[in-house]
């Protein structure tokens, strides 16, 4: 456990300079480009990426690393831990100066997260857990919410795909919201504000990994649509799609998703 706090430590430490760092680069104006497929990606992006890497791996030199932005590498699968980075989740918010992008961490060992970190520089919320250790915002304890039943339940989720008519089983009333930054859904459902978040769809390992420690350990469930546990640090580090959901809600949610035949 003490190892796990270090860890935590640094990857916090590490959150907060990178999200001052990412203040400092809008202030000052960002250059933009597309990736391949259309997506953002900003100067800010690549130099907090950077930071993050000769901060957290300068301190761990024998851990992988997995990032957004940097080339993936076959050595991250020889390590025992590995950091799990997304330098700026949710860059359109951050590039129209919304709120709504934080920046997630995670330490991953033996194929799960075992601490995590999401920062949410304009918001001045930090996230955290460590395996066992339980999920804080602020340093206080959070928990899912006990909401049992989806009519009205508050989700973080694309109504038009809720709403659309080819499920086999009718979805109730339920309140939707979006939110740009996946990590940062997570974390809203892991703190009670939301009762899930859910993404059909494949998600990047980035995007998803310090939220999955911070929500289960907040006593949130997480899996793909069709309830299997996600595994981390794989050669394709990717995830089938996401149910983020309060414990209650969250076999009533697979139920419904679970027939949808996606793959990677």
Known sequence: MTELLSDLELIRDAALAAGKLALEHREAGLKVWSKEGGSPVTSADLAVDQLLKDALLTARPDYGWLSE???DSPE??????IFVVDPID????YMKNKPWWCIPIAVVEDSRPVAAVIHAPMLGEMFEATLGGGA????RSISASDTDTLEDAELLADARLMEAREWAEP???????KRNALAYRMALVAAGAFDAAIAISPKWDWDVCAGALIAEEAGASVSDHMGRPWCFNRPDP???SLICAAPALHPLIVRRTAPIPLAI
């Open 136 to 139: 804080r915002l602020q340093g």
């Open 238 to 240: 990717r995830q089938t």
């Open 69 to 71: 932005e940097t080339a």
């Open 90 to 93: 949710g860059t359109v918010a």
């Open 171 to 177: 979805w109730p009333e339920m309140r939707f919201t």
């Open 76 to 81: 991250r699968l020889t390590k025992k831990r």
